[in-house]
T-cell receptor, first 115, second 113 residues
Framework: KAGVTQTPRYLIKTRGQQVTLSCSPI?????VSWYQQTPGQGLQFLFE???????NKGNFPGRFSGRQFSNSRSEMNVSTLELGDSALYLC??????????????FGSGTRLTVV | AQSVTQPDIHITVSEGASLELRCNYS??????LFWYVQSPGQGLQLLLK??????LVQGIKGFEAEFKRSQSSFNLRKPSVHWSDAAEYFC???????????FGIGTKLQVIP
């Protein structure tokens, strides 16, 4: 079966712009989580969506937002980009821990560079 | 709040040698524990997970991990390392009450011939 698909793979944006990243989870998976990965901070949790509802949120400013559609596809948006937003953004899907599925399947990530 | 400590940022081992990567967690209740591996330019792949039962957990690629509640540890082991094991390894902790997983900073493994 198809894995987790993240688009685009690479993105270069200018400070002050906004960006939208997309994640298509594995078919049947209703939970999608987003992480920001940087060399200094490691993986930082952004948010988790389940059946179109945001269930958990990490400690990121309001410039970071997300949503999930009825087909479980998810998008995250970053507005007013800053240089420090340069990172690998990873999406992870699962059936949902409510279903006893305690692991994530990760996509390959979107590499965002802010110049 | 839950947290994970991976005390070794870099580890170098010879091919064929045994490997142990350390992980300590902080969490008040029974944790859900994971080890993931990341190859350069790729996402993370789940190696193994623990949430209950036998404290010695077998995973993919010949890895195993042992949960020790008294030491708040979940160390990853492999008896004989292959060059293809060179990658970055992440320990993670989550709770059953809500699906938020906290990752350690990662341990980069280098394998020398």
């Amino acid at each position: 079966k198809a894995g987790v698909t993240q688009t685009p793979r690479y993105l270069i944006k200018t400070r002050g712009q906004q960006v939208t990243l997309s994640c298509s989870p594995i078919s049947g998976h209703r939970s999608v989580s987003w992480y920001q990965q940087t060399p200094g901070q490691g993986l930082q949790f952004l948010f988790e969506y389940f059946s179109e509802t945001q269930r958990n949120k990490g400690n990121f400013p309001g410039r970071f937002s997300g949503r999930q559609f009825s087909n479980s596809r998810s998008e995250m948006n970053v507005s007013t980009l800053e240089l420090g937003d340069s990172a690998l953004y990873l999406c992870a899907s699962s059936l949902g821990w409510d279903s006893g599925d305690y692991g994530y399947t990760f996509g390959s990530g979107t590499r965002l560079t802010v110049v | 709040a839950q947290s994970v400590t991976q005390p070794d940022i870099h580890i170098t081992v010879s091919e064929g040698a045994s490997l142990e990567l350390r992980c300590n967690y902080s969490y008040g209740a029974t944790p859900y524990l994971f080890w993931y591996v990341q190859s350069p330019g790729q996402g993370l792949q789940l190696l193994l997970k623990y949430f209950s039962g036998d404290t010695l957990v077998q995973g993919i690629k010949g890895f195993e991990a042992e949960f020790k509640r008294s030491q708040s540890s979940f160390n990853l082991r492999k008896p004989s390392v292959h060059w293809s094991d060179a990658a970055e390894y992440f320990c993670a902790v989550g709770s059953g009450g809500y699906q938020k997983v906290t990752f350690g900073i990662g341990t980069k493994l280098q394998v020398i011939p």
